[in-house]
């Protein structure tokens, strides 16, 4: 119940007085409107209404954004973390191991018209890009020092991982294609990748080429020493190289 308090006497009155009922002074009815009255009408209500509940929406939707940020940014960072894990990687070749002359034996085949298959595994090939892009360091791109390749086989399907580091920190990208090769042409379907361990989709992968360029220059001899063999089959852990015959 709201009561009028007299500005004389200090009496409280009911709210319908307009006079003090002690005193008889003229009550003070403005603090009346200020406290909005039970019967008010329904535009009257709504008005309230909207008042009220505007700072709510701007609240929710405040919160909204809030919660959206929250979320974006832990996908963000889970992306990150995924893209800054090293994948499953073979262990560094011992050093001192003298790895096969793939390039080489290539090329001796082409001279010698020799139509043996050449076949090498995964350890095999890794030993030899080991050694190979040792000596081409400086090709290879100078904002992240590289520092190894790494390929993985399976059916009809290559991956090479670069590892890369900066600031000692290691980096891993891969691509993975299917490789074909027809009439002395090398193509390669791409067929996903990864950073770290976020995969990347074949889609996408498109735009990745720049992280490799620096590798394919390197690798260009072993490229054209196989664009000119008769096929190139890959499977579980090794590939096979075929002389045309
Ligand atoms: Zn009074």
């Known amino acids: ?20 009922h002690d005193c008889g002074a003229r009550l003070d009815r403005t603090a009346l409107a200020k406290i909005a009255p039970k019967g008010e009408d ?15 929406r701007a609240k929710i939707r405040h919160l909204f954004f809030k919660t959206s940020k929250v979320i974006l940014g832990a996908l963000a960072t889970a992306a990150i973390i995924q893209m800054i ?3 499953d990687m073979p262990p560094r070749p011992k050093t001192g191991d003298f790895p096969p002359q793939i390039t080489l034996d290539m090329e001796n085949a082409l001279l010698n018209h020799s139509a043996a298959p050449l076949q ?14 040792k000596s081409k360091q400086t090709a290879l791109s100078k904002l992240l020092q590289f520092e190894r390749a790494i390929v993985k086989f399976d059916e009809n399907v290559c991956a090479i991982t670069a590892e890369r580091s900066l600031f000692g920190f290691s980096l891993f990208t891969t691509t993975s294609s299917k490789v074909s090769l027809q009439n002395g042409t090398l193509s390669t379907t791409n067929n996903g990748g990864s950073i770290g361990r976020l995969p990347v989709h074949p889609m996408l992968m498109k735009y990745a080429d720049p992280l490799f360029s620096d590798l394919w220059t390197a690798l260009d001899r072993e490229r ?18 075929t002389p045309k015959s």
């Open 1 to 20: 119940m709201i009561k009028l308090v007299c500005p004389e006497c200090r009496r409280e009155n009911e709210a319908e007085r307009i006079y003090c």
């Open 42 to 56: 329904a535009k009257e209500t709504q008005k309230r209404l909207r008042t009220m509940l505007d700072p709510q």
């Open 85 to 87: 894990l090293p994948p």
């Open 120 to 133: 090498y595994t995964e350890a095999q090939v890794n030993a030899y890009l080991g050694s190979a892009l």
């Open 224 to 241: 054209k020493a196989i664009s000119k063999m008769g096929s190139i089959e890959s499977g579980s852990q090794a590939v096979v190289l």
